[in-house]
């Protein structure tokens, strides 16, 4: 065990991972050890398997009843105690997942042909969702500084009508200031956009890093601003389908009340994990950030020792790695030699964007032995 870290979260036995049905653990074969998609390999907050233990007990699977079950009250508690947020219980919806949520925001807020922001390498459904919807897809790249608020208000005054917001970001693990997020919403209410803030990997900032949530930062914020959240990155419950969007003024709470039913529901199951997970999950998702922590600062040292010549910048939030292997001349894609070669599934650097040729994102949300065997893995392929 490695020493001041949980053993619970440490001591993962590989067979045991690969009894999981998730799509983590269920694509590859057991050749293959899966480091790509974001979900963890630790086991769930004990309190939160109890609930869902009893609820299966109790044959308890109907259909949800969120503010029964206190799930907004809930929230509230936790982004308060947790990241210093005040939120209105009454200004939360919940929703089955982030990315539903945003689809169902920008079908309410946009008409197809539109224009709608991104900043990649960014997370790849929002592509999809854009396409979906029929809209039109405008970039604002990240810069060497993370978000680009300038580069956002030129797509604004472009005409484009919304900004997709990853906060904490995915896949780079960067986290914005306040400055650029003030920037940012000036930017919408001076054209008249929205931004939609998905704050899913908020919980997760590391030691060193700070979330601003997007809805406390101007009142301009809190008029074009809604906020997408969720316990399944942070708790990982991801298959259990519940979600929140946020709210902080009259303008925005008006776009949620007039969205579709189906679209602001959310699993039962789902429900009682995240309800449980905001009141008695603290102290499991500190010992989860303290491995997560002590994994990215592994990674780097794994990497200046058998792979310098990769480019890795230490995450801010959560436990997503963005690897720069460009200098390996493994082409546009990386991911597919090293899964070929190494028998390690990386998530694909070009998902995220043209910015993410050469690059592959790597999940470090799991033990350290086991991400020291994917860089070993990895090494193998420039010997």
């Not at 969702?129 to 797509?155: F, H, K, M, N």
């Not at 995915?170 to 929205?194: K, M």
């Not at 199951?269 to 905001?278: E, P, Q, R, T, Y």
């Amino acid at each position: 065990m490695t020493k001041s870290l949980n053993p619970y979260l440490v001591d993962l036995q590989i067979d045991r991972l690969r009894q999981r049905r998730s799509a983590k653990w269920a694509r590859y074969g057991v050749e293959v050890l899966p480091a790509w998609v974001a979900e963890m390999d630790f086991p769930l907050s004990e309190p939160v398997k109890r609930a869902l233990i009893e609820a299966v007990e109790l044959d308890d699977c109907g259909y949800a009843s969120p503010q029964e079950l206190g799930l907004a009250e809930a929230f509230a508690a936790f982004a308060e105690r947790r990241l210093g947020w005040i939120v209105d219980p009454e200004r939360v919806r919940p929703s089955p997942d982030v990315v539903g949520a945003i689809r169902s925001l920008l079908r309410a807020l946009t008409e197809p042909g539109q224009r709608i922001v991104i900043t990649p390498p960014v997370y790849h459904p929002f592509f999809a969702v854009i396409e979906e919807l029929g809209c039109e897809l405008a970039e604002a790249p990240l810069s060497a500084d993370g978000l680009d608020p300038e580069a956002i208000e030129r797509q604004f005054a472009a005409g484009a009508v919304a900004l997709i917001l990853c906060n904490p970001h995915n896949p780079t693990g960067g986290v914005a200031s306040r400055e650029q997020l003030v920037a940012i919403a000036d930017a919408a209410e001076r054209y008249g956009a929205w931004v939609l803030a998905d704050e899913i990997h908020a919980p997760l900032v590391l030691p060193g890093g700070r979330h601003v949530p997007f809805l406390t930062v101007s009142d301009a914020a809190r008029e074009r601003g809604i906020a997408l959240c969720s316990a399944s990155k942070a708790f990982n419950l991801a298959g259990l389908q519940c979600a929140q969007i946020v709210t902080a003024s009259e303008n925005a709470t008006e776009v949620t009340s007039q969205l579709p039913f189906g679209d602001t529901h959310c699993g039962h199951l789902g429900a009682i994990a995240s309800v449980v997970a905001f009141r008695d999950g603290g102290p499991w998702l500190d010992d989860v950030i303290a491995v997560v922590d002590h994994n990215r600062r592994l990674l780097a040292e794994l990497l200046a020792e058998r792979l310098p010549q990769v480019g890795y910048t230490q995450p801010q939030a959560s436990y997503l790695s963005w690897l720069d292997l460009r200098s390996l001349e493994l082409g546009d894609d990386p991911s597919v030699v090293i899964l070929e070669r190494c028998g390690v599934a990386l998530s694909p650097g070009p998902s995220f964007g043209a910015q993410g040729a050469g690059f592959a994102r790597l999940n470090i949300g799991t033990s350290p032995a086991l991400l020291e065997e994917a860089v070993q893995r990895i090494a193998t392929i420039v010997r």
